[in-house]
C-alpha cells in the first residue's frame, strides 16, 4: 500500500459543486482500501473547545490515585481506567505488558427501552466533583463529535457508492465511546518493560475512530500493507480519522480496518506527555452486519454478527484481569 495518509477538506463534502464532492469521494474510497487511515481539515471543530478540554482533564489525571479512584470503571466502563488495566496486545493472542496509559471514559446517555439495554450501553455517565467543568465541555464535544461522524458517514456512503443515508440510518441510534488517554511522561512511568506501548499494536473495533492527537516522540504509528511501521502525519487543526473492524466487515474488506499502535515514551523526550482526544463512533447495536458482496466487496468467509456481540467481545479481550 502507499504510505500516504491524505488530507481531505470536509468543508467541500459540506459546500461543494457535485465534482468537487465526487472526487473527494473518491479519495476517501482510495484511501480506506489503502490504509484504513485519512486526515479531516475543515471539519469546524473549535479548536479552543479542544483545548479547554484538555486542560481540564489535566487537572483530574494529577489528582492523588486514591481521589481518582473514586471514579474508577473497567474497561467499557465510564469512569477512569487506571494504568496496567488495559492490554490490547492481548487481541494478537500475544503476552504483551499492560498499555502505558491511564483513561477517562464517557459516554452516550440514552434510554433505548429496554433496562438491560441501557445498563449495559447507555449507563449513567462518572464525572469528577473536584473537576466540574470536564462535565459540560465533554458534553458539548460529544454532541459535536455526532454530528461530524454523521457528516463522515454520508461522505463514506459516497464513498461506497451507497445512497447518502445509508450508514446513517443504520448508526445514528449508537452508542459513542469519548476516550481521553494520558500517556504518561518516561520521568513518571520509568523504565519502560519489553515490548510495552502506550497502545500495543491493535485494530480498532467499530465503525468510524475520530482522533485528535498531540505531535510527539511517542506518537501514532499504522502498520502498511507490507507490514512496514509508518507515523502517521500530524497536521494542525486536522483529525486523524480511521475506520474499524466492523465496518471493515460491512464493507466485505473492500476497506482497511488497520494495525496502529502508539509508541512508548522516548528517552529523548523524558517529559513528553501526550493527551488524546478519541471519539469511538458505533453502529445501532441491533444492527446485523453483513458483508457487501462483491464487486463492491472481497469474497470473505466473515459470518453476520450483530454490532453489540461484536463490541462486547473485543472490550472483555482487551480487559487485564
Known amino acids: 500500500m502507499t504510505a500516504a495518509i491524505p488530507l481531505v477538506d470536509l468543508s467541500l463534502w459540506r459546500e461543494g459543486s457535485d465534482d468537487a464532492r465526487a472526487a473527494l469521494a473518491a479519495t476517501v474510497d482510495r484511501a480506506l482500501i489503502d490504509s484504513g487511515f485519512l486526515m479531516v481539515s475543515g471539519h469546524g471543530v473549535a479548536a479552543d473547545l479542544r483545548a479547554q478540554i484538555r486542560d481540564s ?40 505488558p499492560p498499555d502505558l496509559k491511564e483513561t477517562f471514559v464517557s459516554g452516550r446517555e440514552h434510554s433505548s427501552g429496554d433496562a438491560d439495554v441501557d445498563a449495559e450501553w447507555f449507563m449513567p455517565n462518572v464525572w469528577p466533583a473536584e473537576v466540574p467543568r470536564l462535565h459540560p465541555l465533554c458534553d458539548a ?149 453483513e458483508s457487501f458482496p462483491p464487486p463492491l466487496g472481497r469474497a470473505n468467509g466473515y459470518l453476520p454478527v450483530s454490532a453489540a456481540d461484536y463490541l462486547r467481545s473485543r472490550y472483555a479481550a482487551i480487559a487485564v484481569s
Open 57 to 96: 482533564v489535566r487537572e483530574f489525571f494529577t489528582l492523588d490515585a486514591a481521589v481518582k479512584e473514586r471514579y474508577a470503571t473497567a474497561v467499557g466502563g465510564r469512569g477512569w481506567i487506571p494504568p496496567g488495566k488495559e492490554a490490547n496486545g492481548y487481541l494478537l493472542g500475544a503476552d504483551l
Open 141 to 289: 464535544y460529544a454532541a459535536t463529535m455526532r454530528g461530524l461522524a454523521a457528516d463522515l458517514l454520508e461522505l463514506l456512503a459516497a464513498a461506497a457508492g451507497l445512497p447518502g443515508t445509508w450508514f446513517v440510518d443504520r448508526c445514528m441510534d449508537s452508542p459513542h465511546s469519548f476516550n481521553i488517554n494520558r500517556y504518561p511522561a518516561l520521568n513518571r512511568t520509568g523504565p519502560v518493560q519489553d515490548g510495552q506501548f502506550r497502545i500495543a499494536p491493535h485494530t480498532d473495533f467499530g465503525s468510524i475512530t475520530i482522533l485528535d492527537r498531540e505531535a510527539g516522540y511517542g506518537g501514532l504509528q499504522v502498520c502498511t500493507r507490507d507490514g512496514d511501521w509508518i507515523d502517521a502525519p500530524v497536521i494542525a487543526d486536522a483529525f486523524t480519522i480511521n475506520i474499524g473492524d466492523l465496518m471493515a466487515r460491512w464493507t466485505g474488506d473492500r476497506w482497511t480496518s488497520t494495525m496502529h499502535r502508539v509508541l512508548p515514551p522516548s528517552a529523548d523526550a523524558p517529559d513528553e506527555e501526550l493527551i488524546s482526544l478519541i471519539f469511538f463512533f458505533e453502529a445501532n447495536l441491533d444492527q446485523v452486519i
